[in-house]
């Protein structure tokens, strides 16, 4: 009687032991168990139907833009290229894969897929804006402006004001001053952040002698974005144009200890210095 006492005793200390060890596992089991079977005793129709090939093209898309967004070109262009698979003609898909394209360095191939989203969408507004932005970015300036003049045509498009940016950076690269402010002023108007819009205004109105004017748009910058080697300089420049000792030495001070090494670093000075 002893002897089967201790092996009950053991076997139900090897139980509790054991329901210790899985007890966690069971209990996510149970509340899965328990979820599903509130869905399946509240649902009395037919199956539900297979998400449509819309959802799910959208379901690849975001998926894709989300590792994109992080820089992860490489787990990116998985899911783009699914997504490309259901519509080898999406635009959004087309362009996420240029991006991955870009990203990775394969210029050429960016490219090409750029241009065929462009065959396809020949007047999508953000088609012509990401392929502008390509080209300027190759310092290939011509190509870029007729694609960038036709986007901000689009007053729907909702990134309107980086067409506008886009376009201001192309004609500035062409050396007409007028158009370029013109299209960086534009920009601003439709959204104060355009940070890089504020600095190339700031930068123009300097050059024009239009110190107070200069002055505004760097405070927009500062507001808007980090500073650069180039924004601290230009900050320096306007500050003692304008005998603001304040910025000036301010923006003396965090060029040096942020960009040490940077060109402007070196080589910025301001009148009477």
Do not use: W
């Amino acid at each position: 009687m002893l002897f089967t006492k201790d092996l009950g005793s053991k076997s139900k200390k090897l139980q509790e032991l054991d329901y210790m060890l899985h007890a966690p596992r069971m209990l996510v089991l149970m509340f899965l168990l328990i979820g599903l079977s509130g869905c399946i005793s509240s649902y009395s129709g037919p199956l539900p139907q297979p998400a449509s090939e819309e959802l799910r093209l959208k379901a690849q898309l975001d998926l894709g833009r989300g590792y994109l967004t992080n820089r992860n070109f490489e787990r990116a262009r998985e899911p783009i290229e699914r997504a490309l698979e259901m519509n080898s003609r999406s635009v959004e898909g087309l362009l996420l894969l240029a991006a991955v394209e870009q990203g990775e360095g394969e210029l050429e191939m960016a490219d090409a897929t750029y241009k065929k989203a462009l065959k396809y969408h020949p007047k999508n507004a953000q088609a012509l804006t990401n392929y502008g932005g390509f080209l300027i970015r190759q310092d290939r300036v011509d190509e870029a402006l007729p694609l960038l003049r036709t986007a901000v045509q689009d007053n729907t498009y909702y990134r309107r004001a980086q067409a506008f940016e886009y376009l201001g950076l192309a004609e500035l690269a062409r050396q007409d001053r007028v158009a370029a402010q013109a299209a960086f002023e534009r920009a601003i108007a439709i959204d104060a952040e355009q940070s890089r819009s504020a600095l190339e205004l700031a930068d123009l109105k300097y050059q024009a002698g239009e110190f107070a004017g200069a002055a505004k748009m760097y405070r927009s910058f500062r507001e808007t974005a980090k500073p650069t080697p180039r924004s601290l300089c230009l900050g320096m420049k306007i500050g003692a144009a304008q005998g603001d000792e304040d910025v000036q030495a301010s923006s003396a001070m965090a060029l040096k200890n942020l960009f040490p090494r940077s060109r402007q670093a070196r080589d910025c000075t301001v009148a009477g210095s």
